[in-house]
């Protein structure tokens, strides 16, 4: 599966942002997806995911309550809403998908998946 990520930009503190992921090649429904972001000078993390069959939906505690990952199966995308921008959130954001359990109890903010395809990332800058 190809995963194309837009949606990113400059956005003030206290702001909305939704980030898109579009999926070619393979269904989206058939993987669990996540989003991870990466801050300059820092490790990449995952910020939220969804498993493939039941759904089931986690998030880092820096960002519960503000984002919200979803899928569209007809439009075979996937999305992140972004409310309540904070500083912290600036980096790359990137789209994953995958289907091998990683053995882990599937409540960290990676749903207890590897993920072996990824985007390219898009950018996102929260600055006043």
């Known amino acids: 599966v190809q995963l194309v990520e837009s949606g990113g930009g400059l956005v003030q503190p206290g702001g909305s942002l939704t980030l898109s992921c579009a999926a070619s090649?393979?269904?989206?429904?058939?993987?669990?997806i996540a989003w991870f972001r990466q801050a300059p000078g820092k490790e990449r993390e995952g910020v939220a995911c969804m498993s493939n069959s039941e759904g089931i939906t986690n998030s880092a505690d820096s960002v519960k309550g503000r984002f919200t990952i979803s899928r569209n199966n007809a439009k075979n995308t996937a999305s992140l809403e972004m409310k309540s921008l904070e500083l912290e959130d600036t980096g790359t954001y990137y789209c994953a998908a995958g289907y091998v359990v990683d053995g882990t109890t599937g409540l960290s903010p990676t749903c207890g998946f590897v993920y072996d395809f990824w985007g390219q990332g898009t950018q996102v800058t929260v600055s006043s």
């Open positions: 090649g393979h269904t989206l429904d058939y993987y669990a």
